[in-house]
């Protein structure tokens, strides 16, 4: 499949798997770019020589394009952002702050430049600064989270820019991939989807409950101090959300390492960090065949008429024997 994503980042199918702090490693990264996306390292929070580290690995495990997501909160970013600039990491997502200041730098390095949006304004502005692609992404998603829902944030920004559009928030199947570019797309990014990968470094435990999720398994936390996070719900979670009632108080909880302990294990007393769409990941599997699914549903959809398409709905026959029985 060829859209202006596949052809501006060099990939062979306009799929991105999401940055995802501690847990958007270089095995990771490596084996969504091996499967025909791209593979994205997270470098949150990270020291720059886990970053390196990670870059080096990655590329030792795929001569396919790799990206890097910078937070530009990051208490390392002045050393971070002209590190990737030197490594010529082929893309760079950005969030969490402007990245007007290393544009050029990267620009000049042959970085593609890609940053996390969740507004239109911010999307005309990232435009003006010489973005070559905006991801943006809906309320749906997992992590640090907008106001606004995909279906309403893809035709919005899709409309305020020129450049191309990558969709984020609650994407997990073909279903999802054939709706973004309904709206107006021309790629989507997938974060927890591959958090359920065979390739994925995280505990088991973690993974086994994304696994296990139903619809309303998700808690947004973080609304009071101005950072929601969207979660999976545990202890820990709902000691946040007791706490934001006291001022600071859930800041610090959410501060104090919960998505490490998570992904090293603790299911209880860390935060588990997942999209609405965990409840659609019925099933761990390889990063390949998480793309090949997206594919081949898009295969069974896209020749339909409208009327076949509300024939197949009715009949529920459609759903590749995930939970549609």
């Known amino acids: 499949m060829e859209t202006r994503v596949t052809r501006l980042l060099g990939i062979e199918k306009p799929v991105l798997q999401g940055g995802m702090a501690w847990v958007s490693e270089g095995r990771l990264a490596a084996a969504v770019s091996n499967a025909g996306g791209l593979g994205i390292i997270a470098c949150g ?30 208490p390392y970013v002045a050393q971070i ?16 702050g402007s990245p007007s200041d290393y544009i050029p730098i990267w620009k000049e390095a042959g970085c593609k430049v890609v940053p996390v949006i969740p507004s239109a304004a911010l999307a005309k502005r990232m435009e003006r600064i010489g973005a070559d692609a905006v991801v943006a992404e809906g309320c749906e998603s997992g992590g ?14 899709c409309e305020a820019v020129s450049i191309p559009v ?32 065979e390739e994925c470094r ?29 979660q999976l719900k545990n202890a820990f979670a709902r000691k946040v959300k007791a ?27 860390g935060s588990m960090m ?14 390949k065949q998480i793309i090949d699914d997206l594919f081949e549903q ?26 549609g029985e």
């Open 81 to 96: 952002a002209p590190m990737l600039a030197e490594l010529k990491v082929d893309v760079i997502t950005t969030g969490a």
């Open 144 to 157: 640090h989270i907008g106001e606004l829902t995909t279906m309403a944030l893809i035709p919005a920004v």
């Open 274 to 287: 997942a999209g609405q769409i965990a409840c659609l990941v019925k099933e761990q599997k390889t990063c």
């Open 202 to 230: 995280v505990a088991q435990a973690y993974k086994d409950k994304v696994v296990a999720a139903k619809d309303s398994d998700t808690i947004v936390t973080g609304r009071a101090g101005g950072h929601p996070v969207r």
């Open 166 to 197: 990558i969709a984020a928030g609650g994407i997990a199947d073909g279903r999802g991939l054939l709706a973004a570019f309904a709206l107006g797309a021309e790629g989507v990014q997938m974060g927890t989807r591959f958090l359920a990968s």
């Open 298 to 323: 898009v295969e069974a959809w896209s020749g339909l008429s409208l009327q076949q398409m509300a024939d197949r709905n009715a009949s529920r026959s459609w759903f590749c024997g995930e939970g």
């Open 45 to 74: 929070a990270a020291e720059p020589e886990w970053v390196e580290e990670q870059v080096k690995l990655a590329r030792s495990l795929t001569d396919k394009p790799i990206g890097c997501n910078v937070m530009m909160m990051s």
């Open 243 to 269: 706490a934001e009632s006291e001022s600071g108080a859930a800041e610090e909880l959410v501060l104090a390492g919960s998505l490490r302990r998570a992904v090293e294990g603790d299911v209880t007393g």
